[in-house]
Every structure is written in structure tokens, then in C-alpha cells.
């Protein structure tokens, strides 16, 4: 079976993974799922079940980095524009341009560092909604009640 990138978003609910004696198999075919754009819902039935610690390792911190990750690369693209096209930087000197980007790289670059994985997953989660307020501020006033989106 050949795994291909969706065309539109996809979302595969597993429900009670925790359930699954041996979930590893389901955990490394999720990944891989993940890794091509399907979204992922899991259910736990009770708290810290079988799997947590693997879903938490292999699923959730990467899905979360890659995220912030992807959402660096837009704050950064959007402070770089705002500032050429309000001619406050030239081009030889973009990179004063990202300053609120590179100070959030610097964090996520620390959350690396961090060995708990649960402080871990509390920075990510932090950063994430950090950036969203810096992209959201780069958002005319007249698209924002929109999501930012035209």
C-alpha cells in the first residue's frame, strides 16, 4: 500500500488507543501519517495509558515543533514584508527586519534544550500561541474577525 499526502485535510480518529495492548505498530503507521498531512485525533480512554508516553514522543512534540516551526517561517516572511514595503528596511538589511521572529527562534531553539517532556510540551503549546498573537498582529484590522483569512 502506497501512503500519498491528501489532497484536502484529512482527520483519522483512533479511539482508545490506550486499549490497544501492543500500539506501538499503530503508533509508527500514525507517524507516518501524520508526517504526510493527515490529521490525527486520539482518544484515551484513561489518563496515561498504554501508549501515552509514545503517542506524547513520537506523535505530539513533533507534531507541535514542526508546527511552530511552520508558523516561524510566516511570522518571519510577514515581518520581512511589512518592513520593505513600508521601505523601512532595504534590502541589504533584512535582517534587522524579523526581530520578533528571531527572539521567538531563540525560545524555540531553547525549548530544544529542554529535556522534561512535559515542560516540554507546556513551551511549545506556549510559543504556538505566542506566534499566533505575532502573525495575528501583522493581520489588517478589516481580516482578523476572519481568522486572517481573505
Known amino acids: 500500500m502506497v501512503l500519498r499526502e491528501p489532497e484536502r485535510p484529512v482527520t483519522v480518529v483512533v479511539d482508545g488507543l490506550d486499549q490497544e495492548p501492543a500500539p506501538r505498530p499503530l503508533i509508527e503507521l500514525l507517524d507516518r501519517l501524520r508526517r504526510l498531512g493527515f490529521r490525527l485525533l486520539i482518544v484515551f480512554r484513561t ?54 521572529a528571531d527572539l521567538r527562534r531563540t525560545e524555540r531553539r531553547a525549548i530544544d534544550g529542554v529535556s522534561d517532556p512535559q515542560e516540554r510540551l507546556k513551551r511549545l503549546r506556549k510559543l504556538i500561541k505566542a506566534l499566533r498573537a505575532d502573525i495575528l498582529a501583522h493581520v489588517p484590522p478589516s481580516l482578523r474577525s476572519h481568522g486572517g483569512q481573505a
Not at 501515552?52 to 514522543?57: E, I, K, L, M
Not at 511552530?68 to 521601505?87: F, G
Open 47 to 100: 489518563e496515561g495509558g498504554t501508549g501515552w508516553t509514545a503517542v506524547r514522543d513520537v506523535l505530539l512534540t513533533p507534531a507541535l515543533e514542526d508546527h511552530a516551526d511552520l508558523l516561524l517561517t510566516s511570522l518571519e516572511e510577514r515581518e520581512v514584508d511589512h518592513a520593505t514595503r513600508r521601505d523601512i528596511v532595504g534590502s541589504g538589511s533584512l535582517g534587522s527586519a524579523s526581530e520578533v
